[in-house]
Structures are given as structure tokens and as C-alpha cells.
């Protein structure tokens, strides 16, 4: 019985397996490429975000604002941020892409006295994509500084444990340690971009108790 058992994993030690080369991969829903740029999961998302807009507006003739923009925040407006931390866009195509089915979406709302986009978003309540984009990096900034989410020591360096001197930059608690990069893709990787934003804060938002009244006092301090 050892005998035969034996022979079978020396048979299969001696099987060579070719792995395939791919330009794309999919993780938990996000799909990676080789160039680590996000015009594919970008096209994904607006593809199904669009879809689900189309489908509302087969469904709901008459678009009030209040229903019509809650819906969209349910159904629609999930696929444009899923995970979007992992591959925020940086390229202008990218971003216009994705704000455009958002514009879509306000522009099927009935009773609007606003006639440009920006005003239009005022009158509904709502925030551009790429404020909210920020601000979620802001949000998870907050939690891995404070310890609600694990690996903040990892991902993110305070800066007064990066210089040794006293700054005005490092003279606050909660300020964080530039990154240098020199590629763009690495200045535009979650744990670099967010730090220019989370540094201008006041202290008293970096240093808030909770993440609601993070919320909060981010809000009223953009005049969101």
C-alpha cells in the first residue's frame, strides 16, 4: 500500500503544468490588468451601472426626484463604487465616463428649474463621482487611522515617525508622510493620493471619535 502510494506522487511530481498568460483578471468583482490601469474595470462598471439605469427607466414614467434619485442611489449608483478604492481613475476619459451616467440619470429627473449639471446636482443633493470618490478615500483613511481598520501601520506612515525634526508638517498628530513615487500609476495608488487630501483637514476632523461624526464634520467643512 506505501509502495503504491508512493509511486503515484512520484508519477505526478513529474507533471509540468503551463500556466496561461492573461491581460486581465477578475478579484472579487474588480478586474485587474497588467498595466494596473482601470479603463477596463471603468467600461465594466459604466456598462452595468447604464444597464440598470435603462431598465429603471423602462419601469418609472413619471421620475419625481426624490424617488427617482433614491433608486438610483440603491440600484445604480453601487456598480460605479464598488471597491472603488482599489482602482479609483485618474485618466480624464475614465472619469468623464463614469460621471456620464450619473448626468444620465439626473437628466431623466422631471420638474428641475436648474439647466447645468453642477447646479442640478445642488438642487438634488447630490455630490459629483469624483467628490465622493475623495471623500470615500478619506473615510478609509480615518478607519485605518484609528484603528478600525487592521494594517494601517503597513499601508499608511505618520509623518512625524518619517522626519525626525518638528515641522509644521509633522507637528500634528494625525498628519500623514508623503510617499515618494515616481510612476503614475504608483502617485495615483490609494495609500499616495489620499495623503495631500487627509493633510489639508483640520485637526479636529482627523482626530474625530467616530466615523459618523467624521462624516459630519468632512461635510460641513467641504459645504456638502
Not at 444597464?51 to 440603491?74: C, P
Not at 445604480?76 to 472619469?95: G, M, N, S, T, Y
Not at 487627509?198 to 461624526?213: F, R, T, Y
Request: proline letters at 2%; one cysteine or more; glycine letters at 6%.
Amino acid at each position: 500500500m506505501c509502495a503504491r502510494r508512493l509511486e503515484k506522487s512520484e508519477r505526478y511530481t513529474h507533471i509540468q503544468i503551463r500556466l496561461q498568460k492573461v491581460l486581465e483578471e477578475k478579484d472579487i468583482g474588480v478586474i485587474i490588468s497588467n498595466s494596473l490601469k482601470p479603463y477596463a474595470q471603468c467600461a465594466k462598471a459604466a456598462k452595468q451601472a447604464n444597464s440598470v439605469l435603462g431598465q429603471m427607466s423602462r419601469s418609472f414614467h413619471y421620475r419625481d426626484k426624490n424617488i427617482w434619485i433614491r433608486n438610483y442611489k440603491t440600484f445604480v449608483r453601487p456598480h460605479l463604487e464598488l471597491c472603488v478604492q482599489a482602482w479609483c481613475p485618474w485618466f480624464v476619459k475614465d472619469i468623464d465616463l463614469l460621471e456620464s451616467v450619473q448626468k444620465r440619470a439626473v437628466s431623466m429627473v422631471v420638474g428641475l428649474r436648474s439647466t447645468t449639471y453642477e447646479n442640478k446636482l445642488r438642487e438634488l443633493n447630490l455630490l459629483s463621482l469624483k467628490e465622493r470618490r475623495l471623500r470615500g478615500d478619506l473615510i478609509q483613511v480615518w478607519k485605518y487611522v484609528h484603528g478600525v481598520n487592521p494594517g494601517g501601520d503597513i499601508l499608511l506612515k505618520r509623518a512625524q515617525d518619517q522626519h525626525g525634526r518638528l515641522t509644521r508638517h509633522t507637528g500634528r498628530k494625525f498628519n500623514l508622510g508623503r510617499i515618494d513615487a515616481r510612476s503614475e500609476i504608483r502617485r495615483n495608488f490609494f495609500t499616495s493620493r489620499c495623503v495631500e487630501g487627509w493633510n489639508c483637514l483640520p485637526e479636529h476632523i482627523q482626530g474625530a471619535k467616530s466615523v459618523d461624526d467624521f462624516k459630519r464634520d468632512y461635510d460641513l467643512h467641504m459645504n456638502f
